[in-house]
């Protein structure tokens, strides 16, 4: 069983929005700060922004600043991703991240991802 289950994905044109969502499944996202990743065909992983714990502190990448906001609700145990002004380019498969120090390892956990695609 995967710790999170994205949804809010699908096809938008650009300058469109997309509200992506990142809910815990048996997995208490309030004990751990959160990430998105997004991954496009041919391409490695890039960080797209992460929230602590507590949603007081936030992080963007450089190519969404001003575009895209984290936010989380820890009582509905979900993370969301808010894309504004959405370009071909943010095509991607968007993942939830977290992980925890297990001793000398670090623990990784992901969503199955959900499908972004921007095209007219």
């Known amino acids: 069983q995967l710790p999170f289950v994205e949804s809010g994905g699908g096809l938008v044109q650009p300058g469109g929005s997309l509200r992506l969502s990142c809910t815990g499944s048996?997995?208490?996202?309030?004990?751990?700060?959160i990430h998105w990743f997004r991954q496009a065909p041919g391409k490695a992983h890039e960080g797209v922004s992460c929230i602590s714990r507590s949603g007081d502190m936030t992080d963007y990448a450089a190519f969404v600043k001003g575009r895209f906001t984290i936010s989380r609700d820890n009582a509905e145990n979900t993370v969301y991703l808010q894309m504004n002004s959405l370009k071909p380019e943010d095509t991607a498969v968007y993942y939830c991240?977290?992980?925890?120090?297990?001793?000398?390892?670090?623990?990784?956990?992901w969503g199955q991802g959900t499908q972004v695609t921007v095209s007219s």
């Open positions: 048996g997995f208490s996202l309030d004990n751990y700060a």
């Open positions: 991240y977290a992980d925890r120090s297990v001793g000398s390892e670090i623990k990784q956990f």
